[in-house]
T-cell receptor
Framework: NAGVMQNPRHLVRRRGQEARLRCSPMKGHSHVYWYRQLPEEGLKFMVYLQKENIIDESGMPKERFSAEFPKEGPSILRIQQVVRGDSAAYFC????????????????FGAGSRLTVL | QKEVEQDPGPLSVPEGAIVSLNCTYSNSAFQYFMWYRQYSRKGPELLMYTYSSGNKEDGRFTAQVDKSSKYISLFIRDSQPSDSATYLCAMLNTGTASKLTFGTGTRLQVTL
């Protein structure tokens, strides 16, 4: 069981470029979540997706950020026209998501993608 | 006021000590309470989760939830240097799927 796989682990972008972060959930998990962690801060929820559906994007900045989880392939978090304030660790997590099943809401996190904007 | 408050530390204890980590929260709708451990530059790793109030024990770790006081604790017995990490509490209102609300984390250092 490879767990939640994220890539790239480290990404450097210049201001104005685009960043694409990828996440493959654990085998058997159909729910994907993206969280952002700024230095000295806790993880902040960004978006919750199921295959081909965005369920909750209440934590996503209104502009420049988008996420998808296509029918085939990994989930993608896309940041357009990056700014220095986007520098952070971005964590993906997955869960089985079956309500009523004990532990179904428990998230398993990947190792994160660390974005540095120069 | 943040929904979840956690002392950032750092907390330094000698090997073998009992460690007590705590969080308070303000949202009475939280029903699941979790503790994650995060080593430097790694992803959070789930240690324990508890539904509603009560205690749960797993090896050297004990989680306590007191919903009446909106206070949760994680106790680590016989602490080891390998326990040195940041400990994050996280909470969930099942009405919001798995949208966890995290504390800022407490950095623990266990010294020889």
């Amino acid at each position: 069981n490879a767990g939640v796989m994220q890539n790239p682990r480290h990404l450097v972008r210049r201001r104005g470029q685009e960043a694409r972060l990828r996440c493959s959930p654990m085998k058997g998990h159909s729910h994907v979540y993206w969280y952002r962690q700024l230095p000295e801060e806790g993880l902040k929820f960004m978006v919750y997706l199921q295959k081909e559906n965005i369920i909750d994007e209440s934590g996503m900045p209104k502009e420049r950020f988008s996420a998808e989880f296509p029918k085939e392939g990994p989930s993608i978090l896309r940041i357009q026209q990056v700014v220095r304030g986007d520098s952070a660790a971005y964590f993906c997590a997955s869960s089985p998501g079956d309500r009523g099943v004990p532990g179904a809401n428990v998230l398993t996190f990947g190792a994160g993608s660390r974005l540095t904007v120069l | 006021q943040k929904e979840v408050e956690q002392d950032p530390g750092p907390l330094s204890v000698p090997e073998g000590a009992i460690v007590s980590l705590n969080c308070t929260y303000s949202n009475s709708a939280f029903q699941y309470f979790m503790w994650y451990r995060q080593y430097s530059r790694k992803g959070p790793e789930l240690l324990m989760y508890t539904y509603s109030s009560g205690n749960k024990e797993d090896g050297r770790f004990t989680a306590q939830v007191d919903k009446s006081s909106k206070y949760i604790s994680l106790f680590i017995r016989d602490s080891q240097p390998s326990d040195s990490a940041t400990y994050l509490c996280a909470m969930l209102n099942t009405g919001t799927a798995s949208k966890l609300t995290f504390g800022t984390g407490t950095r623990l250092q266990v010294t020889l």
